[in-house]
């Protein structure tokens, strides 16, 4: 028979041991100094079932296998464990064969001596069909109805060469493996006890660290940048602006961000993972237009998600004044000279929901949120996500984020969250009465939550199509009909350039003014010194003239950090159009009863609060700072 009986355990152990001082005592006080310590040793252990893995009957030409034995590793490490094996041992077996122990003594004495031949370390053989040869199997306890194919170890003392069986971290550091052997004899081999060692090494995982991480050449490859707390998944960038392939110098618009983070607000792309503490780190916006670097034709470009803690809540009036005010505190404002860095950018946390937004103090020296809202009604009525075309004689579409009613001066500055209904007309339709209050043609309010609940991984493409099927990515957020993101069923717009002061963005936050001819100008204020949250007034300090422009960098200047306005497309009827095209932002400001402002925002034009459309399109929304100004 052939029978294994030994095997060699290796554990990785450390220890951590520290001193606590004494401080000064003042007179009249007596203070003898105690040392105090502890030694942590993390425990990390191997268990077998057997010690011995036996092949009991093996015929002259025929192939057997041997008993099974688990082995199990239990460890307390903080990142779980890697388990390796080799085979061999020193002095006694320095070969990865099985050797024939002529003198009972468990030594391979002799180098002439007859062996069962180990398989190829590295190979795989679905079967052990050479004779005299043998080699291993393993399954795992997350597999454990499938046998790996039977193949050899290394040697142990072949350094550059390891068998790991199983990696896990530390939230599967109880998994095991279930083990064997398995040989073929000759018709002509000699009898005996074969042997051998099998070495199992249980080492503790050390803590995982960020790092540059390697792109495919002529591809752009977007990395999430976190250990831990994140969502989504990305697909590399094949194609430029031109829909060529991605060469040095060429044009390319990055594409939007489809991953989320718990507690931090996304603010755009780095060329380095360690952006926080490299003075060179280059940022970009998620669809900023770029010239690739040099390099990227054969190394391609790693792009990394710059994250930012949130220091607060959205709705706190006195960190928002901090960070949006003009003390020593607070945000710079961001340059324009494109070499924006990370000190005009911080996040802050929207305390209905637990989402986190980046912000910036943008070129018009007032807070942004510089991602899309992505806040989603909790009513039944909009569970779905979907925006409606159809009508209906009531909704409560107040319960965004799950708030009570008498919190929902949190969401909308106003009383009335729970009459929210759209305020254009739409031919043959029937009217609505709300109570005692009778509405012809009101088309409901309703919101889309296709990109941050369906999301997909993104094409090797720079665009998303508008097929509803596909997903979207997380940061395109989601779509709002002018109804719903004014929040105010009192607010319709019948006059020409009226203004809501209600809206969906946080308290002490607020949609931004459109029309290109008045948005720069807050409402009821009569001096140029209140002009805050314009779009035009916003473009014109980024060094635009507040009005359309049919130019590429126009649209430029909106989608560079940490600008980020981005080309989320819009809703309408039961599909998303011009993803990764356009951009499309809702204003506050309504041009009559059935229209309002928006900013439009295509690849070579912008119109900055200038255009009108009907209310009912599901558009995006952008939140700016009342406080703080």
Do not use: H
């Not at 043998?134 to 390891?162: F, H, R």
């Not at 034709?297 to 960190?319: C, F, H, M, P, R």
């Not at 720069?520 to 359309?548: C, H, P, W």
């Amino acid at each position: 028979m052939i029978k294994f009986s030994r095997f060699l355990i290796l554990v990785t152990m450390f220890s951590i041991f520290g001193l606590l001082g004494t401080r000064a005592v003042s007179a009249l006080t007596f203070s003898s100094d105690v040392e105090v310590g502890f030694t942590f040793n993390p425990m990390i252990s191997i268990s077998l079932s057997s010690a011995d893995l036996v092949i009991p009957e093996l015929a002259p030409g025929s192939m057997a296998d041997s008993n099974e034995i688990t082995v199990t590793v239990t460890t307390n490490t903080a990142y779980g464990y890697t388990l390796n094996a080799t085979v061999g041992q020193e002095d006694d077996y320095e070969t990865r064969d099985l050797v024939l122990d002529n003198n009972g003594s468990g030594s391979s004495n002799s180098v002439t001596a007859p062996v069962f031949s180990s398989l190829n370390f590295g190979a795989s053989e679905a079967t052990i069909a050479t004779d005299s040869t043998w080699g291993y199997a393993y399954k795992t306890s997350e597999t454990n109805s499938t046998w790996s194919n039977y193949s050899g170890l290394p040697l142990y003392s072949d350094n550059d060469n390891v068998t790991t069986l199983i990696n896990t971290d530390a939230a599967a550091a109880s998994d095991y493996i279930t083990f064997k052997i398995g040989a073929r004899a000759s018709t002509t081999q000699a009898s005996g006890e074969y042997k051998n060692v099998i070495n199992f090494i249980a080492v503790a995982n050390p803590e995982p660290q960020l790092g540059p991480v390697a792109c495919e050449g002529g591809k752009i490859c977007y990395n999430v940048n976190a250990l831990s707390g994140t969502e989504g998944a990305m697909g590399q960038q094949a194609k430029d602006d031109s829909n060529n392939d991605i060469v040095d110098g060429a044009s390319v618009t990055l594409l939007a961000s489809n991953y989320s983070r718990a507690g931090y607000g996304f603010a755009g792309w780095s060329d380095v993972y360690d952006y926080d503490i490299n003075p060179n780190a280059k940022f970009y916006g998620p669809n900023e237009t770029i010239t690739v670097p040099n390099g990227t034709t054969t190394d391609g470009l790693s792009l990394y998600a710059v994250w930012i803690k949130s220091v607060g809540y959205l709705q706190n009036s006195a960190v928002v004044n901090t960070l949006c005010g003009n003390g020593s505190n607070s945000l710079t404002i961001a340059p324009t000279d494109g070499t924006a860095n990370l000190d005009s950018v911080s996040a802050l946390t929207d305390q209905r929901d637990d989402q986190t937004y980046a912000i910036a103090k943008l070129a018009d020296g007032k807070c942004w949120m510089i991602e899309n809202l992505r806040l989603e009604s909790t009513n039944s009525d909009n569970s779905t996500g979907t925006l409606a075309q159809g009508y209906g004689t009531s909704t409560t579409f107040g319960n965004f984020g799950g708030l009570a009613d008498a919190e929902s001066t949190n969401f909308s500055n106003s009383t009335t969250a729970n009459s929210l209904y759209y305020s254009g007309t739409q031919s043959g339709t029937a009217s609505i009465n709300i109570g005692t209050i009778n509405i012809p043609g009101q088309r409901m309010p309703r919101y889309n939550n296709l990109n941050t609940t369906n999301r997909a991984t993104n094409p090797t493409s720079n665009t998303f199509t508008g097929d509803n099927t596909t997903g979207g990515m997380y940061s395109y957020g989601n779509y709002y009909t002018w109804s719903a993101a004014i929040a105010n069923l009192t607010s319709t717009g019948t006059t020409d350039s009226s203004v809501t002061n209600t809206s969906l963005c946080p308290t002490g936050w607020r949609l931004p003014l459109g029309n290109n001819s008045t948005g720069d100008i807050e409402q009821g204020a009569a001096d140029a010194a209140n002009k805050v949250g314009g779009f035009s007034y916003l473009d014109r300090k980024m060094g635009g003239t507040g009005s359309s422009q049919s130019t590429a960098a126009a649209s430029l200047r909106w989608r560079t950090f940490p600008n980020n306005f981005l080309y989320s497309g819009y809703f309408n009827g039961s599909s998303a159009y011009n993803r990764g095209s356009s951009g499309n932002y809702w204003s506050s400001t309504a041009y009559k009863y059935g229209y309002s402002y928006y900013l439009s925002l295509r690849s070579s034009y912008v119109s900055p609060g200038g255009p009108y459309i009907d209310k009912y399109y599901g558009y995006s929304i952008r939140c700016t700072a009342s406080a703080g100004t």
